[in-house]
């Protein structure tokens, strides 16, 4: 079993900044990647960044020089630190782990967490 928490968050007003942590613990045993995705009513999940273990980082265009992720291996968590927030930014921000070990690949998600960009 893997737990996640998710924090962070809130509301903030445009070009303003926001962090939001997330936390993996349980059964972790090999790390493939951690990433955010983020959701608006009505549309699908979208991915924001990506983060491959030992490899590349991948940035969606709409956050790419804004947006900046980072991990901690030794605490299993995973951090996203918003600058220069838009209005659509707006969305629920989803913390995102792939594991793959012995040939299985097994994902987790946080729970959600709502940013909120207006003044």
């Known amino acids: 079993q893997v737990q996640v928490v998710e924090s962070g968050g809130g509301l903030v007003q445009p070009g303003g900044s926001l962090g939001l942590e997330c936390t993996f613990s349980g059964s972790i045993i090999s790390i493939y990647a951690m990433g955010w995705y983020r959701q608006t009513p009505g549309k699908q999940r979208e991915l924001v960044t990506i983060?491959?273990?030992?490899?590349?980082?991948d940035y969606a265009d709409s956050v790419k020089g804004r947006f900046t992720i980072s991990r901690d291996n030794a605490k299993n968590t995973v951090y996203l630190f918003m600058t220069n927030l838009k209005p659509e930014d707006t969305a629920v921000y989803y913390c995102?782990?792939?594991?793959?070990?012995?040939?299985?690949?097994?994902?987790?998600w946080g729970q959600g967490i709502q940013v909120t960009v207006s003044s």
């Open positions: 983060n491959i273990s030992g490899g590349p980082t």
């Open positions: 995102n782990l792939e594991q793959r070990h012995e040939g299985t690949a097994s994902t987790f």
